[in-house]
């Protein structure tokens, strides 16, 4: 429920997961600087779109989502992982962890 997978790329998603209500899976992001975000500007002085790059999100299998979860673009998520409530995850989580936080963190093997 109220849950957002922005699929510009593959989102890959295991055997057995469990997504929680609001989690939120990207797969675009935008160049930081702000001369390789936009293109040059169109004839009316506007400029004409921002450039987007994208990256897969691939989640494993036996994996528990909390509510409210952010999985930003090119992570990679193990098998029998648990994400708390809330993780904004920013880089690959690898097998059997608990992780959470912002930005998430690997707590201790989920055994």
């Known amino acids: 429920m109220n849950c957002t997978f922005l699929d510009d790329n593959k989102i890959i998603?295991?055997?057995n997961a469990l997504i929680a209500p609001n989690v939120q899976i990207y797969t675009a992001f935008h160049p930081t600087s702000a001369s390789e975000r936009f293109c040059d500007l169109?004839?009316?002085g506007k400029f004409k779109f921002c450039k987007t790059q994208t990256a897969?999100?691939?989640i494993g299998d036996n994996v528990?989502?909390?509510?409210?979860?952010?999985?930003?673009?090119g992570v990679i998520i193990g098998d029998?992982?648990?994400i708390g409530a809330g993780s904004v995850v920013t880089?690959?989580?690898p097998n059997n962890v608990i992780a959470f936080g912002n930005p998430c963190r690997i707590i201790r093997e989920n055994k």
Do not use: Q, T
């Open 80 to 82: 029998n992982v648990v």
């Open 56 to 58: 897969p999100v691939i």
């Open 13 to 15: 998603i295991g055997d």
């Open 91 to 93: 880089k690959d989580l």
């Open 64 to 73: 528990w989502i909390g509510g409210g979860v952010i999985i930003l673009p």
């Open 42 to 44: 169109s004839e009316d």
